[in-house]
């Protein structure tokens, strides 16, 4: 078996956790609008997945508004 097949399960919650890392990263940098075309972009996917495994990008549109606003 392929080793991709054992982390399929685990891919939904490592782009997730990429997504918020890269909020973090921007909010930082103090670029609140690139924030805002991510969260745009993943918003178009709508309730369709972003990739094989991955959240829907209204998942991913919600974690990034929420790291956004985050402290």
């Known amino acids: 078996m392929q080793p991709f097949y054992y982390l399929r399960p685990l ?3 490592m782009e997730l956790d990429a997504d ?14 690139a924030i805002e075309r991510a969260r745009v972009r993943m918003q178009e996917f709508g309730d369709n997945q972003t990739g ?15 790291k956004a606003l985050e402290h």
């Not at 918020?20 to 609008?33: D, F, G, I, N, R």
């Not at 094989?52 to 929420?66: D, F, V």
């Open 52 to 66: 094989a495994y991955y959240p829907t990008g209204n998942e991913r549109a919600s974690n990034i508004a929420r």
């Open 11 to 13: 891919l939904k919650n």
């Open 20 to 33: 918020a890392c890269a909020a973090h990263m921007l909010k930082l940098a103090k670029e609140p609008e």
